[in-house]
């Protein structure tokens, strides 16, 4: 399975662990190829080049990663604490200063492994591209606020900063962008990274639990101050300082262990926290979560089976539905899912009714529209709408959103139509000799198509915006 994209003015395709830089010669100053082979010189923040070759004007730099590393993309909707420690990681192994400032601190660029292990693929030299012209601490800055921000891309950063910025209206976003040395951007990015594993725990990790704890805490609190003042009425003061002292010599043992749990959670470390949790009695489904969060995906699944279906949303939502197809279990929900990553059509319109997940069947009609096989997605959507078996069960607002693509699909289909009856008439027109009152007929219904598919697309648009999708 090859993917590509873009970055700046070179393009990269992806298949499984190797990776190939194209570069067309126009944006280069080579010559010869000699004097790029300075880039197969090895250095600690960058991947090795495997090979380096010029064919048909183009110049490719061809990469083989090791195992485990993942491209920043996919970490984009990662949880603050875990993306402020890849910044931090990065900014110490420091690949601009290794590189010159040539490179690029682009998403795509840039690869981790258990968050402290940092690397970057592409390197430059004087002959290739790369961010000419732009300060190492702006590039730092620009690749801290792309990675941060939930909202905008690093390449929309790279093009429209300020405006975005307004946007995006974050303090931490507005101290980054008001640095003035790579020593300050460090500075901030620690002291963020403190805040955020300090509040790691009671957000996000075992939210359930610290809410109960928290009840618990604020109700004995009362209960101390109550009895705190009883007290003083009858000369028990000094018996209660005592008490009071080792109930919060205890809460605060509490803390500490609860606080080494987060460290070595945000930092990556999930054997040793698995550890932690099981002395500390947590159960398995929470330290399934736990691994979730942390990458090891096939390790939850094996402490909580329950959780795969989080596993497979999880990997969806951060853009990384290839790591399906390399989970080592082999459920039934798994292998329904591998189908449809894997885009199997013979397969997949076989399985649709064995299908009894709600979730599995959505995603399947998602790949059948992303494929543009419009009439097998509906066929998928009906069969989520019309479920007698009561399995499926879905809630009013699942429902709705059934409707919308059911709608968004018959659009398609309409307009694929309209498409192909446009090419018929214009095919028409160059192939026949044709009266004045003729092409006259032809030209009106050239232009009741060509408004057909305007108001149709419109319709389309309008639609994909309610339903989230990207144009």
Known sequence: MKKITMMDNITLYVNKNEYKIEIDQKFTHVSNIDEIEDLEESKPGFFDVETISRKNNKIYLVYELPTG????????????????????????????????????????NVFFKDFKDVKVLYRANEYLPYHKGMSELEQYKLFVLGFYSNKHSYKRFLVNKDNLLKKENCEFMF????????????SLIQNELEKEQSKFYQKVQFQETSKKKGKKRKIYLSLISFFLLAL?????????????????????????????????????????????????????????????????YDQAIEYDQSIEKDVVEHLYKTNQQEEILELDTDSTFL???????????????????????????????????????????KNVLERLKNDGTEILSLTDEEMQE??????????????????????????????????????????????????????????????????????
């Open 232 to 296: 003083l009425f009858v000369g028990g003061m000094k018996q209660m300082e005592k008490s009071v002292a080792l109930d919060f010599r205890e809460e605060l043992k509490i803390a500490e262990t609860e606080n080494e749990l987060v460290l070595a959670i945000s930092s990556g470390d999930t054997e040793k926290a698995t550890d932690m949790m099981k002395k500390n009695g947590r159960s398995d489904k929470e330290i399934a979560k736990m691994l979730l969060k942390g990458g090891k």
């Open 175 to 186: 101290s980054v962008n008001a640095t003035t040395s790579t020593t300050d951007l460090k």
């Open 69 to 108: 590393y993942r491209s920043l993309e996919y970490a984009k909707n990662y949880l603050p604490v875990i993306k402020l420690q890849v910044m931090k990681s990065l900014l110490d192994k420091d690949p601009l200063f290794e590189s010159n400032g040539m490179t690029y601190l682009d998403l795509n």
């Open 402 to 471: 059934v409707n919308q693509y059911l709608n968004k699909v018959e659009l398609e289909i309409q307009l694929t139509d309209l498409n192909s009856q446009l090419a018929s008439l214009q095919e028409d027109e160059l192939s026949l000799d044709a009266s004045d009152e003729e092409q006259q007929k032809r030209d009106l219904d050239t232009k009741d198509l060509q408004d057909q598919i305007a108001d149709t697309q419109k319709q389309l648009i309008k639609l994909d915006e309610k339903l989230g999708i990207d144009g």
């Open 335 to 377: 292998s329904y899912e591998k189908a449809v990553v894997e885009f199997n059509t013979d397969t997949l319109m076989d399985q649709v009714s064995l299908i009894e997940d709600k979730g599995t069947l959505k995603r399947l009609a998602l790949a059948f529209i992303n494929h543009e096989d419009f009439e097998s997605a």
